[in-house]
């Protein structure tokens, strides 16, 4: 089955930085890669997806690139500011019915 | 956008008893359902698939005689813990599929 692999596991940076969250995945029918942001205590918010026909998507401060080839994908924040604070996670879905399979999470710490 | 309900949203049970959590599409008809479960500072862990009519699919691991789940309609899917013991205090997150995948706010358990 599939396999999400994410780093870092905790990232610091201040306040105006970029901050990236990289995940690798194992099954190359995977085809739809979301990027959720989740606070304490409640549902996984999604914030940004791509599809495996796309190579980069972007979204204001958010981007997220794909590269098929090499089973990896990222999320890009730019700009960072103290409310982006939060656990990111990527996922991975291999076709349509099935369930997403997560990464394990990156505690992301915007400091003023 | 799509909504997905949980009930109860928080429950405390004592060591040994049942507790049955609601998750409900509001909005659309839900081929299949997903339940998570999430430690504290972890990841979300796919524990069942469920699909509308049929028996539940389990994740190694998860003990199926344990964390009953039942799909009778189209948009709802019930998981029951019995006997429920303090390690299986956790979040319960459930997710309705209609093609794209909706959370539930999530049911957090305590079992005392």
């Known amino acids: 089955g599939e396999n999400v692999e994410q780093h870092p596991s905790t990232l610091s940076v201040q306040e105006g930085d970029s901050a990236v969250i990289k995940c690798t995945y194992s099954d190359s029918a995977s085809n739809y890669f979301p990027w959720y942001k989740q606070e304490l205590g409640k549902r996984p918010q999604l914030i940004i997806d791509?599809?495996?026909?796309?190579g980069e998507k972007k979204d204001q401060r958010i981007a997220v690139t794909l590269n098929k080839t090499a089973k990896h994908f990222s999320l890009h924040i730019t700009e960072t500011q103290p409310e982006d604070s939060a656990v990111y996670f990527c996922a991975a879905l291999a076709q349509a019915g099935t369930a997403l399979i997560f990464g394990k999470g990156t505690t992301l710490s915007v400091s003023s | 956008g799509a909504v997905v309900s949980q009930h109860p949203s928080w429950v405390i049970c004592k060591s040994g008893t049942s507790v049955k959590i609601e998750c409900r599409s509001l909005d659309f008809q839900a081929t299949t359902m997903f339940w998570y479960r999430q430690f504290p500072k972890q990841s979300l862990m796919l524990m069942a698939t469920?699909?509308?009519?049929?028996?539940?699919?389990?994740e190694q691991g998860v003990e199926k005689d344990k964390f009953l789940i039942n799909h009778a309609s189209l948009t709802l899917s019930t998981l029951t813990v019995t006997s429920a013991h303090p390690e299986d205090s956790s979040f319960y997150i459930c997710s309705a599929s209609d093609g794209e995948q909706y959370f539930g706010p999530g049911t957090r358990l305590t079992v005392t």
């Open positions: 469920s699909n509308e009519g049929s028996k539940a699919t389990y």
């Open positions: 791509i599809r495996s026909n796309v």
